[in-house]
């Protein structure tokens, strides 16, 4: 948890543990933009979940990402709420993790402005995320633009090592660790430079009714993805929408992308290897395989459904965790801000 790494970097800690026994800092970041996808799951909140034993976790709420498109005050603060829910929901434990809405601890905007400095506009012009979230719209923020510094403050604020995210955010990493390593270069040593963790599976969840796009809650086409909050026949009839390649055999074989893509949340959510499950549907068609695939997934939001709604009957509990996590966020990042003034020569010293 932070507090252990917090000692450990504090000027009266007794002792700075190790790099060998210095279990690794992860941090990740969520927008709350409505309620996570299965692909949200699958290719971040899972692992992050998974993982809370092996590392010292920071989970945020990146509210201020948000901002980046046009969002309304009521919707925004509900969506900061029900999004911590869900993550909490997931199996997020704050006992574990340290969890916060970005804007409670103000250091990430100050450390964004100041990493702008060292970030080229040519490296953000080339994002591929800015260039697909501003194709074909007029009203593109400069907050748009600057995403991918803010998410980089994010980071390095925490002096994360990893960074576990789906694939559509390793192109940000990257640029993370070029601002980071030309921060330390210039100004000396003062930021870790992370890594990114995408796994080799579940890191690109596509679309169910065009397995050429990834699966997004933003893509306006409902039948498109499944939401964590999605009831059981939504989801069953979502699933029995889900397009499937020609022929009638369950194969995950490169031809038949849908078919790669069912049996690999169908392999992630049970845990049993594809060729497994391959063999099971043998000559039974695409239809007997989908209408499992639907409670297999069933199965797997209907207990977090069920904390959510512990959640919703009490949002007092929520913001009580989440000011906690500032807390312990804000600790952290007001020493790494103290010292990264210094390194500038900003103020009056
Ligand atoms: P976002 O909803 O864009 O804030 O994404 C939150 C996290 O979910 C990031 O780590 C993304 O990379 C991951 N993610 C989003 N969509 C998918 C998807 N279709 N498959 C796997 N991971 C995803
Ligand atoms: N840009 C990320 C996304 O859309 C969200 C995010 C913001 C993030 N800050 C982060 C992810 C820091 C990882 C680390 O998914």
């Not at 970005?102 to 964004?112: F, G, K, P, T, Y």
């Not at 803010?150 to 994360?160: K, N, P, R, V």
């Not at 000011?323 to 020569?345: C, E, F, H, P």
Request: proline share 5%.
């Amino acid at each position: 948890m932070v507090a252990g790494r917090v000692e450990g970097t504090s000027a009266t800690a007794v002792a700075e543990p190790s790099e060998t026994v210095r279990r690794q800092r992860v941090f990740s970041g969520m927008q709350p933009s409505g309620t996570p996808t299965l692909g949200n799951y699958l290719g971040a909140i899972r692992n992050w979940v998974v993982q809370q034993d092996q590392y010292d976790n920071v989970f945020c709420v990146v509210d201020l990402h948000a901002l980046s498109l046009p969002t309304d005050r009521d919707t925004l603060r509900a969506n900061t709420l029900n999004l911590a829910a869900a993550l909490l929901a997931a199996g997020i434990d704050p006992a574990r993790s340290v969890l916060f809405a970005q804007s409670d601890v103000r250091e990430h905007s100050e450390l964004c402005w100041l990493l702008t400095s060292v970030t080229q506009f040519g490296e953000l012009r080339r994002m591929t995320q800015f260039k697909d979230k501003s194709a074909g719209r007029e009203d593109v923020s400069a907050a748009l633009f600057v995403y991918p510094v803010l998410q980089a403050a994010d980071i390095i604020l925490y002096d994360a090592d990893l960074v576990p995210v789906g694939d559509d955010q390793r192109q940000h990493v990257e640029l993370t660790r070029d601002i980071a390593e030309r921060f330390n270069r210039r100004y000396g040593q003062t930021f870790v430079v992370p890594k990114p963790d995408i796994k080799a599976e579940g890191a690109r969840i596509m679309a169910l009714d065009d397995p050429s796009q990834k699966m997004s809650k933003s893509s306006g086409r409902p039948m498109s993805y499944i939401a964590l909050t999605d009831d059981a026949d939504t989801i069953r009839r979502k699933m029995k929408r889900a397009v499937t390649d020609s022929g009638s055999e369950v194969r995950a074989v490169p031809d038949k992308p849908a078919l790669v893509n069912l049996l690999t949340i169908y392999s992630l959510l049970t845990g049993e290897d594809v060729p497994t499950i391959e063999e099971r549907y043998a000559g039974r068609g695409y239809g007997a395989f989908k209408t499992d695939l639907a409670e297999v997934v069933v199965a797997t939001v209907t207990p977090i459904q069920a904390r959510i709604a512990e959640y919703a009957a009490d949002p007092g509990a929520v913001q009580a965790i989440l000011a906690d996590g500032a807390d312990r966020a804000r600790d952290q990042a007001s020493r790494k801000m103290a010292l990264v003034r210094d390194r500038i020569g900003l103020g009056a010293g």
